[in-house]
């Protein structure tokens, strides 16, 4: 009983550090983009600044596919179309759009964008319909 | 014997720590490829630049991405602390040899170690967020 003890033990203890520090070597897919994020962009452009939040849900291809509790500006707004890519290295892309309130249809586009490696944000730089300049972060809700 | 082994494995058990909550931090932890990402405005100016970049012992050994509109070359380093804050600059230069900065005055490295979030200014002063995503 003791010698089952110390090797589940002894498990254990090989098991731990793997659980601590960053993960490596990962591949992604387009499925890790599935699920719930919240979007939070700040811009700027010429004389004026601007900013977009919201939770979006993306499906399994990265398409937009719900929206809730979205504003551009001081306008409610909603996601409703366009997606994110993501290559394998975690290199991002795409484009979203949507309609506000107050000024009808939007749309950021991504210029350069990376998936971190726990697969939880998303970070990306954008220039929006405006010609805003975006600095982009979105974190996984679930 | 076999009750004093198992009563030390159980203790180190109990101590070492689990999951993102990893203890410390160190410039090796800057090691390896990061994406840069930064936004920054100063009354009618905005400005932005992104890149990959490669540290070694908080030093820049390579990097290169896009400022404003033009490509860049990237240099500089970073000076992280044991508590996980960040410190320092990323220079380059793009088009015909002009340089750039950005000075990231206040900066946190989170506990899963493959993120930075930072503010402070670039070469004109101008205010800027930053972000670093560990790719590698």
Redesign the interface.
Known sequence: M?RI??VV??A??LF?PA????????DFTAADMEGAWHLHA??????K?TFYYGTITLNNEGQVVACGDAAYGWSPAVFDGGGLIIYP??QVGGRLSGLSYEWGGFWIAV??G?????KD?I???AEDYESY???V?MVRVD | M??L??TL??V??LL?????A?AGFDTADLDGNW?F???G?Y??Y?T?A?GSLTFDTGLIIQGS??YHSSPAQYGGGLNLAGDGSLTGQISGTYADGKSFSYQILSGRMNS????IVGSGQNHLWWMC?F?L????
């Not at chain 1, 990376?114 to 726990?118: C, G, K, T, V």
């Not at chain 2, 070492?16 to 993102?20: A, D, E």
Request: zero cysteines.
């Open positions: 003791n003890l110390s033990i002894l254990g203890l731990i659980l601590s520090g960053p993960a490596q070597a990962v700040f811009g700027a452009y010429e004389v600044g290295d975690g210029k350069h990376w998936m971190n490696l726990s944000k970070t990306f730089l300049q975006l600095l972060t | 076999k009750r082994f198992l494995a159980a180190v058990l070492v720590p689990v999951g993102p990893s994406e990402f930064a936004l405005y009354e009618v905005t932005y992104f991405g896009q899963r170690k493959d993120a967020t972000y995503i560990k790719t590698n």
